[in-house]
C-alpha cells in the first residue's frame, strides 16, 4: 500500500510530461486484478502453500505442476499456461499433502479424466463449461508413459487461467506503451544533440576577424566529461549511474561552469543559447532517466507481490518471455550520452587528443615518424597539423613555445639565463 500511494504521489509531484504520466504502469489497476488471479486460483484449491509444493521440481507426489509464460502464436503476447501431470491409480490421484480444496479440484480433474476415457469408449461423456474445464492432453502427448498397469497411468491437464492471461496482456501492454515512448524520446533527445552540435560548431569558428568561444567550449566539455554525469568509467563504479548520482553530478557540472565564470563571459550571445540548451538537453534526459527508474521498479514491486501471492515465480521469467527491446533492456541514458560526445564533444577540439606523448605537453609542431625515429627532424613536420594546433589551441601553443624558449636558453647561456620577449625600439 506504501509503494502504490508513493508510486502515484511521485508521478503528480516529479513534473512529468502529462503524456508520460498516462503511460506509466497502472500499478493500483495491477493489484485489483492480482486479486482476482488470487481468487481464481484460491477456488481451485491452488492455495500458494500447495502451489509451492506442486511447482518444487524435487517433489515426490504423484501430482505435479508446470507453470510457464509462452508467446502466442498469433500475437506477441505472453500467454500463461498451467499444466497439470496426474498420476493415477484406478483413476484416483491420491496425495496425503493436498488441502481439502485443492483435493477436490484434482479430483474435477480426475472425474473427467475417467469421463474421456469412458466416451472414448463409447459409454458415457460429461460436459462442462469450455471456460473452466481443463484441457487434457495423451500421455504420449506429455511423454509420459504408463507404469505398465492398465489401471495405474499419467494424464496431462491444461488449465485455462483467465484472470492471469488478463494480468499479463495487461502488464505487457504497459511495457509496450513504455517501449513507444522510448523510442519516441530517444528520437527526439538524439535531435536535439544534432542541432545542438551546429550550434556549437558555429560559435567555436575561429578566425581572425570573427569572435569565438572556443576556449570556453572546451572547458565546459573537459568539466562535463570528468563529471561523467550519467556513465561512469571509474572501476568502483563502472556503468549506468542511478538518476540520484546522476542529479548531484549534473549539480556538481554547474558549480564548476559557475565558478569558473564559463558562461556568463560568452562573447556570443549564440553561446549563451546553445549552453541553454545543453544543460536543458541533460535535464531531460535525467527526467528520462527518473521516469524510467520508477517505473521499472512498479514492475519488480508488482511481479515480486505477484509471486508472493501466487508462488508462480515469474519475476525471473517475464523479462525473457517478452522479449522487451526499449524499456525494459536498454538505458535510455548511455545511448543519448554516446550520441551528445558524437555530436558535441568533438566537435570542439581537446587538448588530450593533442599531447605529445613524450613530455605530455601540446605537440605544436608534430613531427612524422616515418617509422624510424632517427627521421623525426624538422625535415618531417607535419605543416597542416601544425597550423591546426595553431588555429584551435593557440593559447597552449604560445605557452609550450615560451617554455621551449626558455629552455633553449639555459642551454645556451647557463641556468642564469631570463627570457624576455622581443622589444621593438
Given at each position: 500500500?506504501?509503494?502504490?500511494?508513493?508510486?502515484?504521489?511521485?508521478?503528480?509531484?516529479?513534473?512529468?510530461?502529462?503524456?508520460?504520466?498516462?503511460?506509466?504502469?497502472?500499478?493500483?489497476?495491477?493489484?485489483?486484478?492480482?486479486?482476482?488471479?488470487?481468487?481464481?486460483?484460491?477456488?481451485?484449491?491452488?492455495?500458494?502453500?500447495?502451489?509451492?509444493?506442486?511447482?518444487d521440481?524435487?517433489?515426490?507426489?504423484?501430482?505435479?505442476?508446470?507453470?510457464?509464460?509462452?508467446?502466442?502464436?498469433?500475437?506477441?503476447?505472453?500467454?500463461?499456461?498451467?499444466?497439470?501431470?496426474?498420476?493415477?491409480?484406478?483413476?484416483?490421484?491420491v496425495?496425503?499433502?493436498?488441502?481439502?480444496?485443492?483435493?477436490?479440484?484434482?479430483?474435477?480433474?480426475?472425474a473427467?479424466?475417467?469421463?474421456?476415457?469412458?466416451?472414448?469408449?463409447?459409454?458415457?461423456?460429461?460436459?462442462?463449461?469450455?471456460?473452466?474445464?481443463?484441457?487434457?492432453?495423451?500421455?504420449?502427448?506429455?511423454?509420459?508413459?504408463a507404469?505398465?498397469d492398465?489401471?495405474?497411468?499419467?494424464?496431462?491437464?491444461?488449465?485455462?487461467?483467465?484472470?492471469?492471461?488478463?494480468?499479463?496482456?495487461?502488464?505487457?501492454?504497459?511495457?509496450?506503451?513504455?517501449?513507444?515512448?522510448?523510442?519516441?524520446?530517444?528520437?527526439?533527445?538524439?535531435?536535439?544533440?544534432?542541432?545542438?552540435?551546429?550550434?556549437?560548431?558555429?560559435?567555436?569558428?575561429?578566425?581572425?576577424?570573427?569572435?569565438?568561444?572556443?576556449?570556453?567550449?572546451?572547458?565546459?566539455?573537459?568539466?562535463?566529461?570528468?563529471?561523467?554525469?550519467?556513465?561512469?568509467?571509474?572501476?568502483?563504479?563502472?556503468?549506468?549511474?542511478?538518476?540520484?548520482?546522476?542529479?548531484?553530478?549534473?549539480?556538481?557540472?554547474?558549480?564548476?561552469?559557475?565558478?569558473?565564470?564559463?558562461?556568463?563571459?560568452?562573447?556570443?550571445?549564440?553561446?549563451?543559447?546553445?549552453?541553454?540548451r545543453?544543460?536543458?538537453?541533460?535535464?531531460?534526459?535525467?527526467?528520462?532517466?527518473?521516469?524510467?527508474?520508477?517505473?521499472?521498479?512498479?514492475?519488480?514491486?508488482?511481479?515480486?507481490?505477484f509471486?508472493?501471492?501466487?508462488?508462480?515465480?515469474?519475476?525471473?521469467?517475464?523479462?525473457?518471455?517478452?522479449?522487451?527491446?526499449?524499456?525494459?533492456?536498454?538505458?535510455?541514458?548511455?545511448?543519448?550520452?554516446?550520441?551528445?560526445?558524437?555530436?558535441?564533444?568533438?566537435?570542439?577540439?581537446?587538448?588530450?587528443?593533442?599531447?605529445?606523448?613524450v613530455?605530455?605537453?601540446?605537440?605544436?609542431?608534430?613531427?612524422?615518424?616515418?617509422?624510424?625515429?632517427?627521421n623525426?627532424?624538422?625535415?618531417?613536420?607535419?605543416?597542416?597539423?601544425?597550423?591546426?594546433?595553431?588555429?584551435?589551441?593557440?593559447?597552449e601553443?604560445?605557452?609550450?613555445?615560451?617554455?621551449?624558449?626558455?629552455?633553449?636558453?639555459?642551454?645556451?647561456?647557463?641556468?642564469?639565463?631570463?627570457?624576455?620577449?622581443?622589444?621593438?625600439?
Amino acid at each position: 500500500m506504501k509503494f502504490a500511494r508513493g508510486f502515484k504521489e511521485t508521478l503528480a509531484n516529479q513534473d512529468f510530461p502529462p503524456h508520460w504520466v498516462t503511460r506509466a504502469i497502472p500499478y493500483g489497476q495491477l493489484k485489483k486484478c492480482l486479486k482476482k488471479v488470487q481468487r481464481e486460483l484460491h477456488d481451485l484449491g491452488l492455495d500458494p502453500e500447495t502451489l509451492r509444493a506442486l511447482l518444487d521440481p524435487t517433489t515426490t507426489s504423484p501430482i505435479a505442476l508446470q507453470y510457464n509464460l509462452k508467446t502466442a502464436t498469433d500475437s506477441n503476447f505472453v500467454q500463461p499456461k498451467l499444466t497439470v501431470y496426474v498420476h493415477l491409480e484406478d483413476g484416483v490421484a491420491v496425495d496425503a499433502s493436498l488441502t481439502p480444496t485443492s483435493r477436490g479440484f484434482f479430483e474435477r480433474v480426475a472425474a473427467e479424466i475417467r469421463s474421456d476415457h469412458l466416451a472414448l469408449a463409447g459409454v458415457h461423456t460429461l460436459t462442462q463449461s469450455a471456460s473452466t474445464s481443463p484441457v487434457r492432453s495423451s500421455p504420449h502427448d506429455a511423454g509420459l508413459q504408463a507404469d505398465g498397469d492398465d489401471h495405474d497411468t499419467y494424464e496431462t491437464v491444461e488449465v485455462p487461467l483467465v484472470c492471469d492471461a488478463e494480468f499479463f496482456d495487461m502488464l505487457q501492454s504497459d511495457v509496450n506503451n513504455l517501449d513507444a515512448l522510448h523510442v519516441e524520446e530517444e528520437g527526439r533527445m538524439t535531435a536535439e544533440a544534432v542541432e545542438l552540435g551546429k550550434e556549437v560548431s558555429f560559435v567555436c569558428r575561429t578566425s581572425r576577424f570573427s569572435k569565438s568561444d572556443l576556449t570556453r567550449w572546451r572547458r565546459i566539455f573537459e568539466l562535463y566529461l570528468d563529471a561523467e554525469v550519467f556513465f561512469s568509467t571509474h572501476e568502483r563504479d563502472h556503468g549506468t549511474r542511478s538518476s540520484q548520482m546522476a542529479l548531484k553530478q549534473l549539480q556538481w557540472f554547474q558549480t564548476e561552469v559557475e565558478k569558473g565564470y564559463l558562461a556568463n563571459n560568452f562573447k556570443l550571445r549564440e553561446s549563451q543559447m546553445a549552453f541553454t540548451r545543453f544543460v536543458n538537453l541533460n535535464l531531460s534526459l535525467l527526467k528520462n532517466l527518473q521516469f524510467q527508474e520508477l517505473n521499472k521498479l512498479a514492475i519488480v514491486k508488482i511481479l515480486k507481490k505477484f509471486d508472493k501471492r501466487t508462488s508462480l515465480g515469474v519475476s525471473q521469467t517475464f523479462r525473457s518471455a517478452i522479449q522487451s527491446e526499449g524499456f525494459l533492456s536498454r538505458d535510455i541514458a548511455k545511448d543519448i550520452c554516446a550520441q551528445m560526445s558524437q555530436e558535441l564533444v568533438t566537435v570542439v577540439p581537446q587538448l588530450n587528443d593533442y599531447l605529445c606523448p613524450v613530455c605530455f605537453s601540446v605537440a605544436y609542431r608534430p613531427v612524422r615518424l616515418d617509422y624510424v625515429v632517427m627521421n623525426a627532424s624538422a625535415d618531417n613536420l607535419d605543416r597542416v597539423l601544425e597550423k591546426y594546433m595553431k588555429k584551435y589551441f593557440a593559447k597552449e601553443v604560445k605557452e609550450k613555445q615560451r617554455a621551449n624558449e626558455m629552455e633553449r636558453g639555459i642551454e645556451d647561456y647557463g641556468p642564469g639565463y631570463t627570457h624576455h620577449d622581443c622589444l621593438v625600439m
